[in-house]
T-cell receptor, first 117, second 109 residues
Framework: GAVVSQHPSRVICKSGTSVKIECRSL??????MFWYRQFPKKSLMLMAT?????????EQGVEKDKFLINHASLTLSTLTVTSAHPEDSSFYIC?????????????FGAGTRLSVL | GQNIDQPTEMTATEGAIVQINCTYQ??????LFWYQQHAGEAPTFLSY??LDGLEEKGRFSSFLSRSKGYSYLLLKELQMKDSASYLC??????????WGAGTKLIIKP
């Protein structure tokens, strides 16, 4: 199956700092990438949908100025958590959809566990 | 509204068979996915059904009935490593995935 690389896998940072998470599709072109957040024992919560070369579409309740998304190419999207606070601590997962029309599957990165002190 | 329902938790015995059900209500329908997620890890793709019927893939099979808004994931010859959460997700008319809360499957020896 297709591979989505997400980096870093774990981040511990101080309150007020910014953290950047990268998501790369390694062996396919991803027209669309998705950023999810997951709390313990809960399902995935979609934060935003990112299309290459255009602005991300944020879900209701997600602050676009706090969670900056850049989808610069067909293989790379980044999520920057700006001025992180302890309540931003969570498991962030990116997902990419194969560009080929016949392939509708979303592949997930390994996730980034963010801990804000 | 859009909704995906699946049981919160199930328990089964090693070597047995278990069926995890999922019912969905989506605005339009472009298929249904099953993902496996081990604790602390990201989901991994298991199956995708867009037509009615059963799709078999090794020990795992997935079934879809579009008229009933129903799907199930069947796991055979259960192994301890199958202990995980199983997420059902429906694809709506805008090609957005609507996620269920997940079913935590506990396998006992």
């Amino acid at each position: 199956g297709a591979v989505v690389s997400q980096h870093p896998s774990r981040v511990i940072c101080k309150s007020g700092t910014s953290v950047k998470i990268e998501c790369r599709s390694l062996d396919f072109q991803a027209t669309t990438m998705f950023w999810y957040r997951q709390f313990p024992k809960k399902s995935l919560m979609l934060m935003a949908t990112s299309n290459e070369g255009s602005k991300a579409t944020y879900e209701q309740g997600v602050e676009k100025d706090k969670f900056l998304i850049n989808h610069a190419s067909l293989t790379l999207s980044t999520l920057t958590v700006t001025s992180a606070h302890p309540e931003d601590s969570s498991f962030y997962i990116c997902s990419a959809r194969d560009r080929a029309l016949a392939k509708n599957i979303q592949y997930f990165g390994a996730g980034t566990r963010l801990s804000v002190l | 509204g859009q909704n995906i329902d699946q049981p919160t938790e199930m328990t089964a015995t090693e070597g047995a068979i278990v069926q995890i059900n999922c019912t969905y209500q989506t605005s339009g329908f472009n298929g249904l996915f099953w993902y496996q997620q081990h604790a602390g890890e990201a989901p991994t793709f298991l199956s995708y059904n867009v037509l009615d019927g059963l799709e078999e893939k090794g020990r795992f099979s997935s079934f879809l009935s579009r008229s009933k808004g129903y799907s199930y994931l069947l796991l055979k010859e259960l192994q301890m490593k199958d202990s995980a959460s199983y997420l059902c997700a429906g694809w709506d008319s805008n090609y957005q995935l609507i996620w269920g809360a997940g079913t935590k499957l506990i396998i006992k020896p």
